[in-house]
Each structure stands twice: as C-alpha cells, then as structure tokens.
C-alpha cells in the first residue's frame, strides 16, 4: 500500500459479520517503533522508497533527507476541534520522525506503510487528513488487499 499522506487516523476492517475500528484512543501519545501492533493490524515498512516532493526536492528511504521510519500515535485534539466529523477523537496515527507533544499535531510525511492483518477481512477502510495547503497538488493514496502476494483488490 502506497500512501502520499500526512495523518492517518482512523483505520476499520471487517471479517465474518464483526467490525474492528482502530482509533488509538487507549494509547497515549509516543513513538511505537518501525514495527507497531495495534487491534489486529501490524504496521511496517513505513518509507521504505526515494521520492520527490511537488517542489521538486528528493527525500531518501533512509539518511538525513529521509521521512522516518516510525509508527507515532498523536494528540490530535486541535485537528478533532476544527474537523468534528473526522475520525475519533483525540489521537491519531502519523509516521515518521517527530511529533507535537500536546494537544496540537505535526504533519507526518508518509510515502508507504504496509498494514498487515492478523486474520483474512472482507472490508478495509482509512481516514486520512492531509494539509492540503502548499505545493502539494494532485495527493493520491492507494490502498491494495494482498492475499499471498498477490492483489486481490484495490
């Protein structure tokens, strides 16, 4: 799965007739490491690919230009106030290498994430809030169900 987003938070996933909501809400807020299993679904891989920006800089997977590696869970108390209607409040999942301690929130740049699934579902689903104001034109997310390696659905 693809994601050129800032703020995952909120993912729902379904299997045999029981939905299972991640909202973070029970996690307080820190850094979860690269590999972070959390209500049935393992997230890894977070940038993990080169890229470039709409301006045209380039981020690396790793280094000093990279994005960060890691899984954070976030006070998104602020975003939840202006967006009442988005996700659960108050935390949210961000990637990458800093957050905002308190109720605000920093934008975590995601270029990948995988998110891995403890058993087969039938329905997935994501919340995304992203900053949609500067050069970022054209933001796209993907979201690929992968059974074996292959894709079964996008």
């Known amino acids: 799965m693809k994601l050129t987003v ?4 909120c993912a729902a996933m379904s299997n045999a007739g ?5 909202t973070y809400d029970d996690l ?10 959390y209500n049935g679904v ?3 891989d977070v940038n993990n690919v080169a890229g470039v920006f709409p301006g045209g800089d380039t981020f690396d997977a790793d280094g000093i230009n990279g994005l960060g590696h890691t899984v954070i869970v976030e006070n998104a108390t602020l975003l939840y106030n202006d967006f009442p209607d988005f996700g659960s409040a108050n935390n949210g999942l961000t990637f990458g290498t800093t957050f905002v301690t308190g109720d605000n929130l920093s934008l975590g740049a995601l270029s990948t994430v995988t998110m891995t699934l403890d058993s087969v579902a039938d329905f997935a689903s994501l919340e995304i809030a992203y900053y949609e104001n500067g050069p970022w034109g054209g933001i796209e997310y993907h979201l690929d169900g992968l059974m074996g390696g292959s894709v079964v659905t996008s």
């Not at 800032?6 to 938070?9: K, N, Q, S, V």
């Open 42 to 44: 393992t997230y890894s």
């Open 18 to 22: 029981t939905t299972s909501v991640s």
């Open 28 to 37: 307080s807020e820190d850094f979860y490491g690269e590999s972070f299993h």
């Open 6 to 9: 800032l703020l995952g938070a």
